[in-house]
Structure formats: C-alpha cells, structure tokens
C-alpha cells in the first residue's frame, strides 16, 4: 500500500509536533512516524524525567535540613527510590501521552507508529508502507546534472509541465506522465518554466536522504556553491561529500572509474584543511 503526503514528519521530539501542526493547520496533508514513545528525548529520556528526580532530591535535601527552618520531622528523613521512580515515571507518562493525543488529534494528519526508513529522496517506507511526499518545483528552480550510479530513478509528473534533460535529450512531462532514468544517465534540468509538482522515486534508496541533507545543509549555510552550470565553489568540501557518497552521486560526462580518484585525492586534501564528511548538524552523521 501506497500513501501520499504533503510533507512527513519523522519523530515526535521538540520540534516534529509542533511542525506537523502547523504544516495541518495550513491545509497541508501530513504524515508523522514515531517508532518508539511519542515526545523524544526530552520528554522520556531527558529534561522531564531529570527534573523531576531532580525536584525530589531537593525536597530530601530541604528535608533533611528542616532543623535549620524550625522544623522538627522527629526522625531521619527516607527516600523510597521505587516511588521516586514511580512519580518520574506518571509525569513522563503524562507528557508522553499528551503528546500523542495531539499529533493524533491533527486535521489533516495521519499518525504512524513503527520505523522509517528512506527508500528515496521523496519516499519513506514504514514497516511495509511506503509514504511519499511530492517535489515541488518553483520558476526558476535547477538541479544541476548529475548521475546516480547504482540507482535508478523515477519522475511522476503530478501537476503542470516539467521539462528534464536526460542524457542530452529534453523531456517534457505532463501530469500522469512518467520517465525512469537508469543508473549512470545524466539528468537534471535548469531555469523551470513554471510551477511543477512531482513524485520521484530512487531504488534502491541507499545512503541518498543522507547526501540530500549534507548537500542542502551546505548549500544554505553557504559553504559550497553549485551553480546550474560553470564551476563549483567550495570544492575540497564537494569532493568530501562527493567521495563519501559516491555509490549515490556522481559527476557527468567524466567516466566514474576517473573521477573517483580524484574526488578521493582532493578529499584527503580537504580533511588536511580541516574540513569534515561528516555533518551532524544537518542530519547527516
């Protein structure tokens, strides 16, 4: 079974809640996935349940020194640390299930409780669902040619026209059309003509939501640069992405048993200058 969405949610920590909410208050269609306890950390693992322990250690503490207050207990003070546990646990239990309560109560969201995992750049599979969401492409919007080496990849055209270059011929797709790309086909497209709303599928998924991430994280925060054509800025860190994810990614028009080596030279290079391939903060550890 297939289902489509506007935008998925993956996890129900501080900040997957609150999107979903918005993204459904919007009109958007939304998916949420949670595989364990709804809240994340903070509120089964982190913050909640360590203040709370936390305000029962201070009230030992206040207990003890109650003499200092004019205050006579008339014995030393006890801590039962299984109903310790069992406050820390009821209030996290509360959080938890608050959270729950919301994300399922969302207009136009659907909740799934199990693990995701990629199956594309567009397409989360969830214990044996597949969930999609769509690309939107704006006017003006490019994705510089590339190759997928080991994977191939399908283009369903949902709403308007979406003009694609694939091995140096134009498609053009309508909506309900589709084109598959093979392994190793230059594809890309640059300067779109208008609005475009599209399905797109890679299989297999490997480590590409991976790449998506790291590339997307650096293009925003400004440390690599690729424009629709000419040359790349920031390239020790390209050829750091470029290497760690060359079973996904590839450049065109140079031979993949060529430019991998190079990739791997200018790579080291890049580590020498103190750059990394590794980018937790945009998801991509």
Not at 180 to 209: M, N, S, W, Y
Request: proline fraction near 6%; glycine fraction near 12%.
């Amino acid at each position: 079974m297939t289902a489509h969405f506007d935008a998925i949610v993956i996890g129900t920590g501080q900040a997957g809640p609150a999107l979903a909410a918005r993204l459904s208050a919007a009109g958007m269609k939304v998916a949420v996935v949670e595989r364990n306890r709804f809240g994340g950390t903070c509120v089964n693992t982190g913050c909640i349940p360590t203040k709370t322990l936390v305000a029962s250690a201070y009230a030992a503490q206040l207990a003890r020194r109650s003499a200092e207050y004019g205050v006579a207990i008339g014995g030393s003070v006890q801590v039962d640390m299984k109903r310790v546990k069992a406050r820390k646990d009821e209030i996290a239990g509360r959080s938890t299930q608050g959270v729950e309560n919301w994300v399922r109560g969302l207009k136009n969201g659907a909740v799934y409780h199990g693990h995701a995992r990629f199956e594309g750049p567009r397409a989360v599979r969830v214990d044996g669902e597949l969930l999609e969401a769509e690309l939107h492409i704006s006017p003006g919007g490019f994705v510089r040619s590339h190759v997928h080496p080991t994977q191939e990849e399908t283009f369903t055209a949902v709403e308007g026209t979406f003009v694609l270059d694939v091995a140096g011929e134009t498609r053009a797709l309508g909506p309900g059309e589709t084109v598959v790309i093979p392994a190793r086909t230059p594809h890309g497209f640059r300067d779109a003509k208008e609005a475009a709303k599209l399905q797109v599928e890679v299989r297999p998924a490997l480590a590409l939501d991976d790449y998506f991430r790291a590339y997307l994280g650096l293009s925003r925060d400004g440390r690599i640069r690729l424009p629709a054509s000419g040359l790349p800025t920031g390239l020790l860190q390209i050829a750091l992405v470029m290497d760690r994810y060359a079973p996904e990614i590839g450049a065109p028009k140079i031979p993949l048993g060529v430019q991998r080596p190079l990739w791997r030279m200018l790579a080291k290079l890049g580590r020498k200058a103190g750059r990394s391939a590794s980018f937790p903060e945009y998801g991509a550890p």
